[in-house]
């Protein structure tokens, strides 16, 4: 929705000038089998046709997961949980076809409410018995059986699920050494819309623009970022949240603001994607082998768990967290490459 939005703004506005045809359009896609549920060629098909526009497209090679890897760490100087191929991937498809300066939709989601943790804070203030939470139920864009449990006020079980989707394994005995301050607890689902995109924008989004410029910058390209106006960072934060979130629609506004500009399976898509990426699919076999390998030789890990007593540096328990805790294990994984990359000759 984002990204298709600009596009068309980016096509009216070159047309207006006599320049049609000149927008184009860069994309990271999935072919293996496997690796399908992260495609949206589909949707990218769609608005390429809608627009007549150009569309580049790169795939990130399985082979060379951990080398794009490595060169992302290089340029960001951080830590994160997850693998950096897929973004450093698309910003070299950019520079491989000559784009010097991209627009990127990023800030959307923390500002009109895009994700699936807003549908809980919109309905947290709402009475359960209004029409109008019956409407957002068949609208939703969240799996009904979810607004079923958040409607009865099952704290407990978001909760859980908050807890399942922790990166760390025990913060209560401390050993949170590589944990995000930036983690979501459950106040931050139990809120107001508005306090919720306030949180995201003043946490989660800081991370993601880093990255951007990071990654971007690394092929010599410069990303915008439109969302991010301070016009319309001021406009959007003092908007009240029933317009972003309002009968189970996410970005509420933005659809309205689109409807009959873009086509319908775009405005009114449901199933969002946030860049996926096949985590699982490229975490296997010989790399599986390579990233536990680089864990258990890591100085700095050795370091780290001298100096905090972290015990979950065994072989074993890195099998268990490929399973159960991928992003903690992938952030190892990561702290064990900055260690060899910058700390090593």
Same mark, same amino acid.
């Given at each position: 929705?984002?990204? %298709? ?39 990218? /098909?769609?608005m ?21 890897? /490595? ?22 498809? %950019?520079k ?9 939709g ?14 809980? %804070? ?52 401390? /050993? ?26 003043n946490n ?8 951007? /410029? %990071? ?6 390209i ?92 065994n ?31």
């Open positions: 929705m984002d990204s %298709s939005s600009l596009s068309y703004l980016a096509e009216r506005i070159v047309s207006q000038n006599g320049k049609a045809g000149e927008v184009v359009t860069f994309s990271n896609v999935y072919r293996e089998e496997d690796e399908k549920y992260c495609d949206e060629s589909k949707y990218i /098909d769609i390429v046709k809608h627009l007549n526009v150009k569309s580049f497209r790169g795939t990130p090679e399985n082979k060379d997961v951990l080398l794009l890897n /490595d060169r992302g760490l290089w340029h960001e100087e951080n830590c994160y949980d997850k693998l950096n191929a897929s973004a450093f991937n698309a910003y070299s498809v %950019s491989k076809n000559g784009i010097k300066v991209t627009l990127d990023q800030g959307a989601d923390e500002q009109l409410a895009g994700y699936e943790r807003f549908w809980y %804070s919109y309905f947290h203030t709402r009475s359960k018995f209004r029409i109008e939470y019956f409407v957002s139920l068949y609208k939703r864009v969240i799996p009904l059986r979810i607004a079923l449990y958040y409607g009865f006020f099952n704290k407990k079980f978001i909760t859980n699920r908050l807890e399942k989707r922790s990166i760390t394994i025990d913060e209560r005995d401390g /050993d949170n050494f590589i944990d995000s301050r930036n983690t979501l607890s459950p106040k931050d689902y139990f809120t107001t819309v508005n306090a919720a995109t306030h949180w995201s924008t989660s989004l800081k991370k993601l623009l880093r990255q951007i /410029d %990071s990654n971007s910058m690394a092929w010599s410069e990303s915008r970022q439109p969302f991010m106006d301070y016009r319309l960072v001021e406009f959007l934060n003092d908007l009240p949240g029933v317009y972003k979130m309002h009968g189970g629609w996410t970005k509420y506004i933005s659809r309205i603001a689109f409807n009959g500009k873009l086509p319908d399976r775009i405005t009114w898509r449901k199933d969002k994607m946030g860049w996926p990426m096949p985590l699982k699919e490229w975490i296997r076999g010989d790399i599986s082998d390579e990233m536990n390998r680089s864990i258990m030789e890591s100085n700095l890990l050795k370091e780290l768990k001298s100096k905090y007593k972290y015990e979950y540096l072989e074993n328990n890195l099998d268990k967290l490929q399973g159960t805790h991928l992003r903690h294990f992938i952030r190892l994984y990561n702290v064990s490459r900055v260690g060899k990359l910058f700390f090593e000759v």
